[in-house]
């Protein structure tokens, strides 16, 4: 069994029983993390973000969710054609030119991002 101890849990997103997300924010220092946990297969916790939450050029976007035929929502991925799941971000995109709205694909056991697309509106 494993354990960890987060500082402030702001809440858990499940993708299925074997892979989930844990958001953890600290006020005082700004400091958000967000947790890789994989109850099922009992893997150690470890870190997928750990950033400011004032920094908006560092934010990675946030996972998509779809709906479940209970009305609950899981976390949305994507398999391709080399059969690895990956999760779908969205996000503003914050650049000193201004927010440039993006979707990416994430694999978050290489923490590598594998296309980005810029949703540009004229």
């Known amino acids: 069994m494993f354990s960890f101890q987060l500082v402030l849990c702001r809440g858990i997103v499940w993708g299925d029983d074997s892979f989930a997300l844990v958001y953890e924010s600290w006020y005082k220092t700004r400091k ?7 109850p099922e297969i009992k893997q150690e916790p470890h870190i997928l973000f750990d950033r400011s939450s004032e920094d908006a050029y560092s934010n990675p976007g946030s996972p998509m969710l779809r709906r479940t035929s209970l009305g609950t929502y899981v976390l949305a991925w994507v398999r391709k054609n080399d059969g690895k799941k990956y999760l779908i971000l ?5 650049t000193p030119e201004g ?9 978050p056991y290489v923490i590598s991002t594998q296309f980005q697309c810029h949703l540009l509106f004229n």
Do not use: V
């Not at 958000?32 to 994989?38: G, K, M, Y």
């Not at 969205?90 to 914050?94: C, K, L, Y």
């Open 99 to 107: 927010d440039i709205p993006f979707l990416d694909l994430l694999d």
């Open 32 to 38: 958000t993390r967000t947790w890789i946990i994989s």
């Open 90 to 94: 969205n996000g503003n995109g914050a």
